[in-house]
């Protein structure tokens, strides 16, 4: 999809070679997996947890200009869903060729139906996703 993946986390490579050999939820991951065992990464994307010293779960999409597109952090027993993570993904790149429009929560894919951001929006979200 045009996109690289990195994992990210306070273990150290060899803790995450271990979860990699030995997980099966991990068996097909074929992404890096970088450790950043000072928390300095994790600092700098405000996940850092100065009393346990490890990372909660972020997850950040950022565009090749390095703006963040998207934050999401979750505490350490929750975890993610691809299925969500791909449907801001996709929103993201949608609309940065149609600037003008936005993807409610439900949309998923291209052919979707958007919304135009206006005064007039306010309040009535619903009817406007009701409109054909």
């Known amino acids: 999809m045009g996109c690289d993946i990195v994992t990210v986390s306070t273990d150290t490579k060899f803790v995450h070679k271990a979860w990699q050999e030995n997980e099966k939820e991990l068996a097909k991951v074929k992404y ?12 700098m994307f405000g996940v850092y947890d100065e009393d346990t010293g490890l990372a909660l779960r972020g997850t950040f999409i950022i565009n090749p200009q390095g703006v963040l597109m998207n934050a999401e952090t979750n505490f350490y027993n929750l975890g993610r869903n691809i299925d969500e993570l791909m449907r801001k993904f996709k929103a993201n790149i949608y609309l940065s060729k149609k600037a003008d429009e936005a993807c409610p929560s439900k949309w998923k894919d291209e052919g979707d139906k958007t919304l135009t951001p206006s005064a007039k929006m306010v309040g009535k979200v619903h009817e406007a996703l009701q409109e054909k």
Do not use: E, I
């Open 32 to 43: 890096p997996m970088a450790s950043d065992p000072t928390g300095k990464a994790a600092r």
